[in-house]
């Protein structure tokens, strides 16, 4: 089946860290560009970051710039968000979505880990 | 980089069509054809709708359609179902290589 399952998520304290995990199913992980997108509780989607499909490009949102740290392990079939330095607005769910081409068409999402900050 | 522009909420009878408009500006919606469109149930991961302005993914109800003119985007959904009642959401590509959503528009069947 293909399919991408995040997890990771939890409850953490302002300045605090967590590595987000998305595994993915069904399809040839290191051809796709992947994405991170996120939704604060009752609010709307913002995209927060993308990796190349060989890892070697990433580019983020200004508001993950310097906290927020995109990998892949294609070996695996899995990416990773690392955030660090983390405050009570960076609460929400964290989607990873698969890109179809290098322009998005987000075509493909996984269910959603939550991330709680809070002290 | 400031989200697109969306209207919060568009109401409509069943099997009335409706239109959502996604307002961007000369650095996204206005100089790519690189726009998305993605409806999402409560509780549920966002699904593709539309995407390079007007391409239906394989799948996608021909009821759905999309365009653009100028820095102006929009998603048509006609013979309205009680099954469309959902949030639904743009995004463009940018000129900083980032990605851009929209406010998000809550669709109502009465």
């Known amino acids: 089946e293909v399919q991408l399952v995040e997890s990771g998520g939890g409850l953490v304290q302002p300045g605090g860290s967590l590595r987000l995990s998305c595994v993915a199913s069904?399809?040839?992980?290191?051809?796709?560009?992947m994405h991170w997108v996120r939704q604060a509780p009752g609010k709307g989607l913002v995209w927060v970051s993308r990796i190349s499909g060989d890892g070697s490009s990433t580019n983020y949102a200004d508001s993950a710039t310097g906290r927020f740290t995109s990998s892949r392990h294609n070996a695996m079939n899995t990416l990773y968000l690392q955030v660090d330095g983390l405050r009570v607005e960076d609460t929400a769910v964290y989607f990873c979505?698969?890109?179809?081409?290098?322009?998005?068409?987000?075509?493909?999402w996984g269910q959603g880990t939550l991330v709680t900050v809070s002290s | 980089q400031s989200a697109l522009t969306q209207p919060a909420s568009v109401s409509g009878s069943p099997g009335q069509s409706i239109t959502i408009s996604c307002t961007g500006t000369s650095s996204d919606v206005g100089v790519y054809n690189y726009v998305s469109w993605f409806q999402q149930h409560p509780g549920k991961a966002p699904k593709l709708m539309i995407f390079?302005?007007?391409i239906r993914p394989s799948g996608v109800s021909s009821r759905f359609s999309g365009s653009k003119s100028g820095s102006t985007a929009s998603l048509t959904i006609s013979g309205l179902q009680a099954e469309d009642e959902a949030d639904y959401y743009c995004t463009s590509f940018t000129t900083s290589n980032t990605w851009v959503f929209g406010g998000g528009t809550k669709v109502t069947v009465l």
């Open positions: 979505a698969r890109g179809s081409s290098g322009y998005g068409n987000f075509d493909l």
């Open positions: 069904g399809f040839t992980f290191s051809s796709y560009w």
């Open positions: 390079e302005v007007s």
